[in-house]
């Protein structure tokens, strides 16, 4: 039996009157890379957010590397959050600085290495950056850290397509080689699917389906076949 990295049990979050999690019951196992997948407003961000103690469940229980979210444990998590903009007024160097010092686990020489590879220059202007050299630098920063969990909340948004596919590959053959839980939220699947080893498919704050990708595959086609049956 695989250990869990994350196991959320009975896990509720509501605002006003809506549930965002309506009684989550979830499991990732220890050293994959899961997506977690879904419609808008399934669930998936607040979820992401809930592992870091952003968002504190109304009900239910959370364990994340054997513990109860905490700013202590985030030292142990990179964190990508949807919609971020950490390093306007810095270029990539001063941001790979700000990392050295701030961020556990950064390894400044790996996050060079990583912005050279996804098309960015050192002396690059964060501020007059398109959104998709951002979101580049963004994943590069979170990436380049030594730490058992990696959390991302759609990085890939607002990358193009070809550079979507090249990132990608970049990162299958990165991702072997870590010891680390990978949990990857997007809606970029077809470009992506390759990439996972697990899959958890949300629907209105619950789990609709999960399971080990290349089981699921077998029994009921690609990831983005059972997305359609899921959610059409
Ligand atoms: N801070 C908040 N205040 C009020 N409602 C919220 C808040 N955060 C989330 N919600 C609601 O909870 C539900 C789930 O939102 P969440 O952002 O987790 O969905 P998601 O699956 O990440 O969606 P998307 O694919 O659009 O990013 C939505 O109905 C959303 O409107």
């Known amino acids: 039996m695989t250990k869990a990295a994350i196991q959320g049990s009975g896990l509720v979050k509501r605002y006003g009157r809506r549930n965002a999690l309506d009684g989550l019951d979830i499991e ?14 399934a ?4 979820f992401m957010r809930m592992l870091t103690g952003l968002v504190t469940p109304d009900q239910g229980t959370l364990r994340v590397l054997g513990e109860a979210p905490s700013w202590k444990l985030n030292g142990r998590i990179s964190y990508l959050p949807d919609r971020a903009r950490w390093y306007e007024g810095h270029t990539v160097a001063e941001a790979i600085r700000w990392g050295s010092n701030l961020l556990p686990g950064f390894d400044a020489a790996q996050a060079l290495q990583l912005v050279e590879q996804l098309g960015l220059k050192a002396d690059m202007d964060v501020k007059g950056m398109s959104k998709g050299q951002e979101a580049r630098l963004m994943l590069a920063m979170c ?8 959390v991302l909340d759609e990085p890939f948004s607002g990358i ?8 990608v590959a970049a990162l299958i053959d ?5 010891r680390q ?52």
């Open 160 to 167: 193009d397509m070809i550079s979507r596919e090249r990132i």
């Open 181 to 232: 839980t990978v949990l990857i939220c997007t809606h970029e699947i077809p470009e992506t699917e390759s990439l996972f080893d697990h899959a958890v498919f949300l629907n209105d704050g619950t789990v609709a389906l999960s399971g080990d990708v290349e089981e699921l595959r077998a029994t009921r086609g690609s990831v983005q076949d059972i997305y359609r049956q899921l959610y059409v």
């Open 143 to 150: 990436l380049a850290r030594d730490v058992p969990l990696l």
């Open 43 to 46: 669930g998936k961000s607040t």
């Open 174 to 178: 990165s991702f072997s080689d870590r």
């Open 28 to 41: 990732i196992p220890e050293n994959s890379v899961t997506a977690v997948l879904g419609p808008n407003g």
